[in-house]
C-alpha cells in the first residue's frame, strides 16, 4: 500500500516513476491486513499522521474502484471498567484538538448502536469518522492509475540499492535522481541497519451474517498489546465487511518469519470475540491467515531521506497503522522529494533517528 500511494502521488505531481515490485501491487502485509483506517493516539506523532493521512482517505475515497470497499463505519473502543471509560474521556480533548471527532458513549447508547455487544460494558470512546476498507484492491488500482499517468511498473526483484541505482533479479540496473524503498519486513534486506522487524498477527473471516456489527470495535486494551514490545498479545477487534462477514484479529507476537499458525492464540482470539460479542459463538469462521507487520522500536515508521546513500528514500515500518498511514506518507515523502512544505513535521519520522534498543526476536 505505501510504494504503491507514493508512485501514485509522484506520478500525479508530474514525477517519472518506476514501480518495482517482486510479487504484485497488494500482496505482503498489505494484502493481510484487516483495512482499518484508523486514528490512533499513542503519541503527538501518531495522532497528527493519522489524522492527516484519514482526512487524505476521504479525499481519496470518492475516487476509489467499488472493490476498495472504503466505508465509514467508525471505531467504537469498548471500555469494560468505569476506569477504562474515564481513561478514554481523558483523550477526547486530544483527539478534537487534532481535528478528529471523537466522543465517550455511556453504555445505553452503546448497546443502541450495538445491540450485540454483551451487556455489562461501561462505554465506549466513539471515533465516527474512522473508516474500513480492502487493501488488496486499493493497491491494485493505485498501481494501475501509476500506469495510467505513464509509469512502468517491473515485476521484478531489486536484488541491490546503490547511490541512484537499482540491481535488479534479472541482472538489469534501473538507475534514478531518488530511490524510494518502501518493501514493508524486507526493508531490512534493501538497505542495512533498518530498524524493523516482523510482528506476526492472525486475523479470521466469517460467513456470512449482514447487521451482527456496524462499527469497527476493539476493546480498549488493544492500545497496550499494540503498544507493549515483547511476547504474545490478543485483543479483540472486530470488523463488519460489506459482504456481511465479520474480520476478527488480532495478535501480536514477534517470532521472527516463522509463519506457523498458532492455535492456541487464534483461539483466544476468538475467545475473546465471544466474550465481547457473544453472537459471534453461532458464526462460522471460514478462513484464518497470518500476516507480518514492519515494526519499529519506538511505534513509529520511518519516513524520509536515509543519509548513508545518495538519493536514496525510505518508507516502511508502519507496524499495524500502514494502510491507515499510506496517504500521509506518500504527502510526506512528496514533499521531501519535491521540497514542498510537508503537511506534518516530519522530523520525528526520520529513518535514522535514535531508537530504544531492538527487543531480541526468539
Ligand atoms: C494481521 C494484520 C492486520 C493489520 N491490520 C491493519 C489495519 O487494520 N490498519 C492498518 O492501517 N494497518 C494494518 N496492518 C498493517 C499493514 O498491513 C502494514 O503496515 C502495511 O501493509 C505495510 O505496507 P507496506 O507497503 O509498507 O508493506 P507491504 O504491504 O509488505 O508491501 C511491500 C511490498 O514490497 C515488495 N517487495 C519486498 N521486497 C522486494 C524486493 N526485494 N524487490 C521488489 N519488491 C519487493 C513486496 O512484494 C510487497 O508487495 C495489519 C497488518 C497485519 C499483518
Same mark, same amino acid.
Given at each position: 500500500m505505501v510504494g504503491t500511494m507514493i508512485?501514485?502521488?509522484?506520478? !500525479?505531481?508530474?514525477?517519472?516513476?518506476?514501480?518495482v515490485e517482486s510479487a504484485f501491487a497488494g500482496s505482503g502485509s498489505t494484502g493481510a491486513a484487516m483495512g482499518h483506517i484508523v486514528v490512533?493516539? %499513542?503519541?503527538?506523532?501518531?495522532?497528527?499522521?493519522?489524522?492527516?493521512?484519514?482526512?487524505?482517505? %476521504?479525499?481519496?475515497?470518492?475516487t476509489l474502484p467499488p472493490s476498495g470497499e472504503h466505508e465509514h463505519a467508525g471505531t467504537l473502543w469498548l471500555a469494560t471498567s468505569d476506569a477504562e471509560l474515564a481513561g478514554a474521556t481523558?483523550?477526547?480533548?486530544?483527539?478534537?484538538?487534532?481535528?478528529?471527532?471523537?466522543?465517550?458513549?455511556?453504555?445505553? !447508547?452503546?448497546?443502541?448502536? !450495538?445491540?450485540? =455487544?454483551?451487556?455489562?460494558?461501561a462505554g465506549a470512546l466513539r471515533v465516527p469518522g474512522d473508516a474500513v476498507c480492502y487493501p +488488496?484492491?486499493?493497491?491494485?488500482?493505485?498501481?494501475?492509475?501509476?500506469?495510467?499517468? /505513464?509509469?512502468?511498473?517491473?515485476?521484478?526483484?531489486?536484488?541491490?540499492?546503490?547511490?541512484?541505482?537499482?540491481?535488479?533479479d534479472d541482472g538489469s540496473i534501473v538507475t534514478a535522481d531518488a530511490i524510494v524503498v518502501a518493501a514493508?519486513?524486507?526493508?531490512?534486506?534493501?538497505?542495512? /541497519?533498518? +530498524?524493523?522487524?516482523?510482528?506476526?498477527?492472525?486475523?479470521?473471516?466469517? %460467513?456470512? *451474517?449482514?447487521?451482527?456489527?456496524? *462499527?469497527?470495535?476493539?476493546?480498549?486494551?488493544?492500545?497496550?498489546?499494540?503498544?507493549?514490545f515483547s511476547g504474545a498479545s490478543v485483543a479483540f477487534n472486530v470488523q463488519p465487511r460489506r459482504t456481511g462477514q465479520l474480520l476478527i484479529g488480532s495478535s501480536r507476537e514477534l517470532v521472527g518469519y516463522d509463519a506457523t499458525f498458532n492455535h492456541d492464540l487464534v483461539g483466544q482470539m476468538?475467545?475473546?470475540?465471544?466474550?465481547?460479542?457473544?453472537?459471534?459463538?453461532? =458464526?462460522r469462521a471460514v478462513r484464518s491467515w497470518i500476516g507480518f507487520r514492519p515494526a519499529t522500536p519506538d511505534k513509529l515508521p520511518l519516513i524520509g531521506r536515509w543519509p548513508a546513500e545518495e538519493g536514496l528514500w525510505i518508507a516502511a515500518g508502519h507496524e499495524g497503522l500502514g494502510i491507515t498511514m499510506a496517504t500521509g506518507t506518500a504527502d510526506l515523502i512528496v514533499a521531501g522529494l519535491l521540497e514542498r512544505t510537508p503537511p506534518v513535521d516530519p522530523e520525528r519520522f526520520r529513518p535514522d533517528r535514535v531508537m530504544p534498543a531492538m527487543e531480541r526476536v526468539a
Open positions: 508512485a501514485y502521488r509522484l506520478a !500525479e505531481a508530474g514525477v517519472r516513476v518506476t514501480l490512533m493516539d %499513542d503519541s503527538p506523532e501518531q495522532l497528527a499522521l493519522c489524522a492527516h493521512s484519514r482526512a487524505r482517505w %476521504d479525499e481519496l475515497a470518492a481523558a483523550r477526547v480533548a486530544g483527539y478534537q484538538r487534532a481535528g478528529i471527532d471523537a466522543c465517550v458513549v455511556n453504555d445505553v !447508547e452503546l448497546y443502541r448502536l !450495538e445491540p450485540s =455487544v454483551r451487556r455489562g460494558l +488488496p484492491a486499493i493497491a491494485r488500482s493505485l498501481a494501475e492509475r501509476v500506469m495510467a499517468l /505513464g509509469g512502468a511498473l517491473l515485476r521484478r526483484s531489486v536484488a541491490s540499492l546503490a547511490a541512484h541505482r537499482v540491481a535488479l514493508g519486513v524486507s526493508s531490512p534486506s534493501l538497505v542495512a /541497519g533498518l +530498524p524493523i522487524v516482523p510482528r506476526k498477527g492472525h486475523l479470521v473471516i466469517t %460467513d456470512r *451474517h449482514p447487521g451482527l456489527v456496524h *462499527h469497527q470495535l476493539v476493546e480498549l486494551g488493544y492500545l497496550h498489546s499494540a503498544h507493549t476468538l475467545d475473546r470475540a465471544t466474550h465481547f460479542v457473544p453472537a459471534i459463538a453461532q =458464526v
